[in-house]
């Protein structure tokens, strides 16, 4: 699943947001280029939940 990120602007969002969707049991590939994630291994409901845990806006892509 892509969810879009606007406010995810340097490493440190990127780390953020991969740690906190492994800790939810799934993986993340961060691209800051396109401020696009997609996750995998986690429902769609919880992935946008744990990426706003995080401190981030999760959009559709």
């Not at 879009?4 to 049991?25: F, L």
């Not at 993986?27 to 995080?54: F, K, M, W």
């Amino acid at each position: 699943m892509k969810l879009h990120v606007p406010d995810m602007s340097c490493t440190h969002c990127k780390t953020t947001i991969e740690q906190a969707v492994a800790g939810a049991g799934g993986t993340a590939q961060v691209s800051l280029e396109t401020h696009e994630v997609t996750v995998e291994g986690l429902d769609p409901d919880r992935a946008r939940q744990v990426i706003r845990d995080a401190g981030y806006d999760p959009r559709p892509a």
